[in-house]
């Protein structure tokens, strides 16, 4: 069995910053330790589609979309099997529910919700 547990989403006024953390643990991990899977962070706002924000590659290599590069951070701490996104000058637009994902996998968390709002 695989978690993904997100954690750290809430409630910002635009200009605002949040971390999000997702804690991961489960069967691929055992053979295989988290360091070595490539992670990502996804989103989805009321009535879009789920988009890739940011990922981090097990060599800690990082990408992120247009929409978020220069204000977002991804990283990981592979000790603590934990991926996180540091997210600063925040948008009303960033308001949506905010997923882990192991890449090329099935594996999800349940989601965070961030509301940027005044």
């Known amino acids: 069995q695989v978690q993904l547990v997100e954690s750290g989403g809430g409630l910002m006024q635009p200009g605002g910053s949040l971390r999000l953390s997702c804690l991961a643990s489960?069967?691929?991990?055992?053979?295989?330790?988290?360091?070595?899977?490539?992670m990502d962070w996804y989103r989805q706002a009321p009535g879009k589609q789920r988009e890739l924000v940011a990922r981090?590659?097990?060599?800690?290599?990082?990408d992120y979309a247009d929409y978020v590069k220069g204000r977002f951070t991804i990283s990981r701490d592979n000790a603590k099997n934990t991926v996180y996104l540091q997210m600063n000058s925040l948008k009303p637009e960033d308001t949506a529910v905010y997923y882990c994902?192991?890449?090329?996998?099935?594996?999800w968390g349940q989601g965070t919700q961030v509301t940027v709002s005044s």
């Open positions: 994902n192991v890449r090329d996998t099935a594996y």
């Open positions: 981090i590659t097990s060599g800690g290599s990082t």
């Open positions: 489960g069967s691929i991990f055992t053979g295989r330790i988290f360091s070595f899977y490539d």
